[in-house]
């Protein structure tokens, strides 16, 4: 096996690039990790596609990743880089010999991992397509957050009958009043289905902002009661 030394990976399910990790993302530092090169086809299935992996395939990369500060870790036991030669990606499997979350790479250290992988042959990989990933790849991490955070809180306002929030939340989107609430409601949740707009940071902000309130509130009444 060829191996890559000395990176950073920020595994998760959807594919964040570098530039888009955030401070409290949990990064692994890896001393040692193996890399293979596969064709183009498959590089483009690991954004796409949950895929099963071949069991022997999988048990040859038993322990062969190293931490820096610790000699094991249970759930990198079975990982290891991809690339085609243009892009590299880390993957994590799984006891099912799935690939459960992916990574990219810093910059530099990926430019050093292609470079180095040219030293690969083409592995001959045998795999299976057991579904396909959720990943929106139109949007970028923060829009994805903004979106599903906005999706669920309509949906409690919505069940909670909260009215005036709804009203309220309409009237900043929208810059007009509307009378009927479950119109309003539908057509709020609709725009979340196209692209996520200034418009939508707005409520984002307006909803995290009442949040902290409410939290300061509940903090007050705690220390009055002590």
Request: include cysteine; proline fraction near 0%.
């Amino acid at each position: 096996m060829i191996y890559i030394y000395d990176i950073l990976l920020n595994f998760n399910e959807d594919f964040y690039e570098f530039y888009e990790w955030e401070k409290g993302d949990y990064l692994y530092h890896i001393k040692k990790i193996p890399i293979f090169k596969v064709e183009t086809s498959f590089m483009e299935l690991l954004f796409s596609k949950k895929i099963k992996l071949e069991e022997g395939f999988v048990k040859s990369l038993s322990s062969k990743v190293e931490l820096f500060g610790t000699k094991k870790n249970k759930s990198l036991n079975h990982s290891c880089l991809f690339t085609d030669g243009y892009k590299v990606i880390g993957v994590m499997i799984n006891d099912s010999f799935e690939i459960s979350q992916i990574s990219d790479l810093l910059l530099d250290e990926a430019t050093d991992a292609i470079n180095i992988s040219s030293r690969c042959n083409m592995l001959s990989l045998e795999y299976t397509i057991i579904g396909s990933r959720k990943n929106n790849f139109f949007l970028t991490r923060k829009e994805k957050k903004i979106k599903l955070y906005l999706e669920e809180e309509l949906k409690k306002i919505h069940k909670n009958k909260e009215n005036s929030k709804l009203a309220y939340l309409y009237f900043e989107y929208f810059n007009k009043e509307m009378d009927d609430i479950e119109l309003a409601y539908k057509e709020l949740y609709h725009t979340l289905k196209t692209v996520i707009t200034e418009k939508h940071e707005k409520l984002y902000e307006l909803l995290h902002l009442k949040e902290e309130g409410e939290d300061n509130k509940q903090n007050l009444k705690n220390l009055t009661k002590g």
